[in-house]
């Protein structure tokens, strides 16, 4: 049994879940003596929710712009943190996503120069997040915008990746191939970019050009020759983990 | 407390709850094999959790961590008091489905409990380290925070860990 084959076999124990009822029993004795107050308040609020929403909202209007005009900017500015609170819930194709990637594109003036290849990375991430959305809602007519949206998040990635260090982009890189290959699994086509691949593969190349000039123990250069085998077949990330151990073995 | 902040306290914590009871089941009953005895520590653990997020006002700054915490000590004190009687109880044996291909279903589950038995045999940090990862998707920088460890240790100790559970596997 290889690695890859011994990890599966773990992952499948996955399988192992506690039973539902002892889980909402569990969760009901925890808060005994008030659960029984609580959940009937909760079920109204839900039976309720859409009325009640509107008749919130209708009468915010009124008090501002009939009673209160001074109120009026802050009822604007409230309905506007809404609508963006909502943008954040949509997907490619949706007519909010632009607000979303507006307010996506503003958070990216924060990151210094040296985060910008793992915020680049996460954005990534989130596009695949929308692809995995779109499967389980089932909504396919927003599924060529989202793979559009991916691909164009995938070259920006791109910029600068091959000079990043491998411990700081290790864990978006298998974030990525993990949420790549359970798109797949269900039967969406994600192109693999070429670029995204010959940059990671010239920093693990880098990588094993100065491992090799260096003095490694028994374990070191076993594992060299395990990142060496892993680039052969294209397991760049399993090379780059491996490359973090012998670093961390220092 | 208030009524409203206890309101407030328990609705956080219900999604905590929601968020982490497979998780913390699934560490429990790796490292005990028992359903019943991993069903009694997992209440335990939500329930001393709960008091501790009641108590401190909502502050607990990383849950996840703080529950793994607190179902690790449990489950030592549970050895300690039983004595570490290595048992595999007969409600955690998986019965065959007679609807299904039972020579396809009997080799996957008799492929799961070797790994399952191969684990429970590896040393506790060897166990934890590769439940936490690859069965509880938890990444390497939560992996270390919930063993309070550094991540550079915890790759080590990943690596070494699927080292030994190969050459256990092999072996059986």
């Given at each position: 049994m290889n690695e890859k084959e011994l990890i599966a076999k773990i992952r499948e124990?996955?399988?192992i879940k506690p039973r539902e009822d002892w889980v909402l029993f569990t969760k009901k004795e925890l808060f005994k003596e008030e659960s029984k107050k609580g959940t009937e308040f909760l079920l109204k609020l839900k039976r309720n929710s859409v009325p009640f929403l509107s008749d919130f909202f209708s009468s915010a209007f009124q008090i501002a712009f009939h009673?209160?005009?001074?109120f009026a900017f802050l009822v604007v500015l409230l309905v506007l943190i809404g609508v963006f609170g909502f943008a954040q819930n949509s997907i490619p194709g949706d007519s909010l996503f632009s607000l979303r990637k507006i307010g996506e594109k503003s958070q990216g003036i924060f990151v210094s120069p040296k985060d910008q290849v793992k915020a680049n990375l996460g954005l990534v991430s989130k596009r695949l997040d929308d692809l995995e959305k779109i499967v389980e809602t089932n909504s396919m007519k927003n599924l060529a915008s989202a793979l559009t949206e991916y691909q164009e998040s995938v070259s920006k990635a791109v910029q600068g990746l091959a000079k990043a260090e491998p411990k700081e982009i290790i864990e978006e890189v298998k974030k990525l191939e993990e949420k790549t290959e359970r798109i797949k699994s269900y039967g969406i086509e994600i192109e693999e970019s070429q670029e995204f691949e010959n940059a990671l593969a010239k920093i693990v190349e880098r990588e094993i050009e100065n491992l090799a000039n260096r003095d490694l123990d028994k374990e070191q250069a076993g594992l060299l020759e395990e990142i060496k085998e892993a680039y052969e077949v294209g397991q760049y990330s399993q090379a780059l983990e491996k490359i973090l151990i012998i670093s961390n073995n220092e | 407390m208030s009524q409203t902040k206890m309101s407030k306290s328990k609705k956080i914590f219900s999604q905590i709850y929601d968020q982490y009871v497979d998780k913390i089941y699934r560490f429990i009953f790796l490292k005990v094999s028992s359903q019943e005895i991993a069903e009694d520590l997992c209440s335990e653990t939500f329930l001393k959790s709960w008091q501790v997020f009641r108590q401190n006002n909502q502050?607990?700054?990383?849950p996840q961590a703080f529950l793994y915490k607190i179902a690790k000590n449990l489950v030592i004190d549970h050895y300690r008091e039983k004595?570490?009687?290595q048992f595999v109880s007969a409600d955690c044996v998986p019965i065959d489905?007679?609807?299904?291909?039972l020579e396809k279903k009997s080799l996957a589950q008799s492929d799961m409990e070797t790994v399952r038995t191969a684990l429970v045999d590896l040393k506790d940090d060897y166990q934890e380290v590769i439940i936490l990862h690859?069965?509880?998707?938890?990444s390497i920088p939560e992996v270390a925070k919930a063993m309070n460890k550094t991540e550079g240790a915890v790759r080590v100790q990943l690596h070494r860990a699927l080292k030994v559970l190969k050459n256990r596997i092999n072996q059986a």
């Open positions: 124990l996955r399988q009673h209160k005009p001074a | 502050e607990i700054e990383n004595g570490k009687a489905d007679p609807e299904n291909d690859y069965i509880n998707d938890l």
